[in-house]
């Protein structure tokens, strides 16, 4: 059974840092992986994809890559801002049906 | 336009009460999803639609009922609710089922008391 595990749980880190959120998967079967931001008492905003074929995805100064065999996918946040606080959840697409969720890390960003 | 909307955005009820949440989708998409998140912000996966036929029914208790009435239409019932039912509720589609991606919506708070 596929299970998802972020790490860490939660980060705080003053503005203007670079930072990498991790995401590790068990089961390296996947059609796809994608990363979510999802703010407090708000929905998910899709944030990037990546194909299971991909290694990596940038969008601005996000960049997720991944590595099926090993079963690792990495968010790298560029130039941290208060903006980017939010919790960020990484979720897998196997089998081509419903998403599998990791539990997510909590981003705190102080100016 | 709200490409996924919800209502209603919270619900308060008590024990024992029957509650229903709606979900509707303007993408012309052929799959819809019920997703549930604790207390704990975990996100799990309840039911899946697709073309207003079940095709993925997780460890749910039968107190939830999903319905589709048609492909842009996926709501959630939910018998005789429980303290343990408190929980945000998403709902999601796809193109497809499989699709790579997946669009929420913003997701109804139901409070059991």
């Known amino acids: 059974k596929q299970e998802v595990t972020q790490i860490p749980a939660a980060l705080s880190v003053p503005e203007g840092e670079n930072l990498v959120l991790n995401c590790s998967f068990t089961?390296?079967?996947?059609?796809?992986l994608q990363w979510f931001r999802q703010d407090p008492g708000k929905g998910l905003t899709s944030l990037l994809l990546?194909?299971?074929?991909?290694r990596e995805q940038t969008s601005g100064r996000l960049n997720a890559s991944l590595d099926k065999s090993s079963g690792r996918s990495t968010l790298y946040i560029a130039a941290s801002q208060p903006g980017d606080s939010a919790t960020y959840l990484c979720?897998?697409?196997?089998?081509?049906?419903?998403?599998?969720f990791g539990k997510g890390t909590t981003l705190s960003v102080s100016s | 336009d709200t490409a996924v909307s919800q209502t209603p955005k919270y619900l308060v009820t008590q024990m024992g009460n029957d509650k229903s949440i709606k979900c509707e989708q303007n993408?012309?998409?052929?799959?819809m999803y019920w997703y549930k998140q604790d207390s704990k912000k975990f996100l799990k996966i309840m039911f899946s639609?697709?073309?207003?036929?079940?095709?993925i029914n997780e460890t749910v208790p039968n107190r939830f009922s999903p319905k589709s009435p048609d492909k842009a239409h996926l709501n959630l019932h939910i018998n005789s609710l429980e303290l343990g039912d408190s929980a945000v509720y998403f709902c999601?589609?796809?193109?497809?089922?499989?699709?790579?991606?997946?669009?929420f919506g913003p997701g109804t708070r139901l409070t059991v008391t």
């Open positions: 993408l012309g998409h052929d799959t």
């Open positions: 979720a897998v697409n196997q089998a081509g049906t419903a998403l599998i």
């Open positions: 990546i194909q299971s074929s991909q």
């Open positions: 089961d390296s079967a996947i059609y796809n």
């Open positions: 639609y697709n073309n207003k036929e079940l095709i």
């Open positions: 999601a589609s796809s193109q497809v089922a499989g699709a790579p991606e997946q669009y």
